[in-house]
Every structure is written in structure tokens, then in C-alpha cells.
């Protein structure tokens, strides 16, 4: 449900010219390896709190 609501919102920016495609396109790919940078970090553990 969320994804197609991102999805009608990345139409209606360029569908309204308030962006490019190429920028509605670029801002996915950004956000998308962001959420995956981070789901890495966080699997990885690279900032676990050491028991002292």
C-alpha cells in the first residue's frame, strides 16, 4: 500500500512540473541506497555499544 502511494506521489510531481523525471527517478535511487546503506550498517552491527 505504501509503495504504490509512493509511487502516485513521484507521478503527480512530475505530472504537476514541480520536478523532472530525471530527478523524480534520481531521488528513488538515492533514497533507495540510503534504506540500504543503513539496513547494512545496522545488520553489520558497526555501532553496537561495547559492554564495558
Given at each position: 500500500m505504501l509503495a504504490l502511494f509512493i509511487l502516485l506521489i513521484m507521478i503527480s510531481r512530475v505530472y504537476l512540473s514541480v520536478h523532472y523525471p530525471s530527478d523524480v527517478i534520481a531521488g528513488c535511487l538515492v533514497?533507495?541506497?540510503?534504506?540500504?546503506?543503513?539496513?547494512?550498517?545496522?545488520?553489520?552491527?558497526?555501532?553496537?555499544?561495547k559492554n564495558r
Open positions: 533514497g533507495t541506497g540510503t534504506i540500504m546503506l543503513a539496513t547494512f550498517i545496522y545488520e553489520r552491527g558497526f555501532f553496537r555499544l
